[in-house]
């Protein structure tokens, strides 16, 4: 059974970083794509940042130099280290794995940049 779970999420102030972490289950997360997406209130969920099976990154244009993604296969784990975060990040964090076509979601974790 496909299993995702994320943490890592608070409350921090501008500027401050935060790590977000996807652990998997039920499948081996380096032989697939993985992929972090954000939904604000009011908005639609949006692409954040992926990791394909090569290793090879993207970021969407908004957190790109701010934002850095990285896999752990021993672990199992996809990381979202997020810095230099601004209000405009206040979103509940999701990951995604693509498998055989299908979209297999985690419950989300809480991103909240305040002061």
Excluded: H
Aim: charged share 20%; net charge neutral.
């Amino acid at each position: 059974q496909v299993q995702l779970v994320e943490s890592g999420g608070g409350l921090v102030q501008p500027g401050g970083s935060l790590r977000l972490s996807c652990v998997a289950s039920g499948f081996t997360m380096e032989y697939y794509a993985i992929g972090w997406f954000r939904q604000a209130p009011g908005k639609e969920r949006e692409f954040v940042a992926d990791i394909n099976v090569g290793g090879n990154k993207k970021y969407a244009g908004s957190v790109e130099g701010r934002f850095t993604i990285s896999r752990d296969n021993a672990e199992n784990t996809v990381y979202l280290q997020m810095n230099s975060l601004e209000p405009e990040d206040t979103a509940v964090y999701y990951c995604r794995a693509r498998i055989l076509r299908q979209n297999f979601w985690g419950q989300g974790t809480q991103v909240t940049v305040s002061s």
